[in-house]
């Protein structure tokens, strides 16, 4: 069964960094388009960033551009979505998630493959 595991998540200051990684197992990612999303308490599951299979082309919600970047490294099966300049919005649990097949999307129903989540928290 596949199996993806988010990790890097915690409590930070507004403005402050943190940066997520995914790791998958049972499975290589190269084939794989991989979504960062989130969701935060009483809101819908949101995309945040994907980035393609074939190119790594990348995408972003506009709340998070300019702020986050999403990378992949297939030698070491990872994804990684550095979060700079965080704000208290940010808050929320963020998920990563696989979809072969798909270009790239921000869409929570394109993906099949979910990790568990890992929580992120900006306050001061």
């Known amino acids: 069964q596949l199996q993806l595991v988010e990790s890097g998540g915690g409590l930070v200051q507004p403005g402050g960094s943190l940066r997520l990684s995914c790791a998958a197992s049972?499975?290589?990612?190269?084939?794989?388009?991989i979504g960062w999303f989130r969701q935060a308490p009483g809101k819908e599951r949101e995309g945040v960033s994907c980035?393609?299979?074939?190119?790594?082309?990348?995408d972003y919600a506009d709340s998070v551009k300019g702020r986050f970047t999403i990378s992949r490294d297939n030698a070491r099966n990872m994804v990684y979505l550095q979060m700079n300049s965080l704000k208290p919005e940010d808050t929320a649990v963020y998920y990563c998630?696989?979809?072969?097949?798909?270009?790239?999307?921000?869409?929570?129903?394109?993906?099949?493959?979910w990790g568990q989540g890992t929580q992120v928290t900006v306050s001061s």
């Open positions: 998630a696989a979809a072969r097949g798909l270009d790239n999307g921000l869409g929570p129903w394109e993906y099949d493959y």
């Open positions: 980035i393609s299979s074939s190119d790594s082309s990348t």
């Open positions: 049972r499975f290589t990612l190269d084939f794989y388009v």
